[in-house]
């Protein structure tokens, strides 16, 4: 007697879309940074005054110490509840950051206690930002970012800041200006107004070298 065999074969599975490389691990401290910015919105007669100027003060910590020091617990709630951490499940690397924020805004005219009418108005920020970055591996170089940002408008910080700077500028130079600042009174949510932002972003590369 003779007998043949037939071999079964079964139908080859798609090729799964979820990443294969291992999760990057971020090391504890990636980065420290501090960002000072001083707008004079020079013209004739305000060059050196330090007058009708926007000013920022920023400090920057990069990496999984900001993780591990429950700063981004508030941000990852969030992300639960609008399930913004599925997508950065896809991610093969996690990044994360904080920024204290510090920003200031005066008209041209400082020595008067009166708002100046047609100029933009005193206003201050006080605020702390958490990100996170989630890096997806392979061709599409796809990143899911979110961030939470809170802080306080209005605060009296501004003006003591700035009322210390011009003190000691005119100090070390014997002239007569920068005057103190005398409008703060007159800032936007004036003694202070919490405010904040949530935002979820998706970034992908188009062009350029995939490494």
Known sequence: ARSTASAAGAQTAPPSTASSAPLFE????????LVHDNDGWPHPGNSFKDDNYSAGLEVRLNGRAVRSSGL??????????TRANRLHARGTQRHHAAQLIGLAYTPDVLDSREPQRGDRPFASLAALSVRRTSVAAGGRDEVWSSELVVGMLGLDTAREVQTLLHRTRRWMTGNPTPVDPLGWNNQISDGGEPTALYRVGYQQRLFGDPS
């Open 26 to 33: 971020e090391a504890l401290v990636t980065g420290l940074s």
């Open 72 to 81: 981004s617990r508030p941000l990852e709630a969030l992300d639960w509840l």
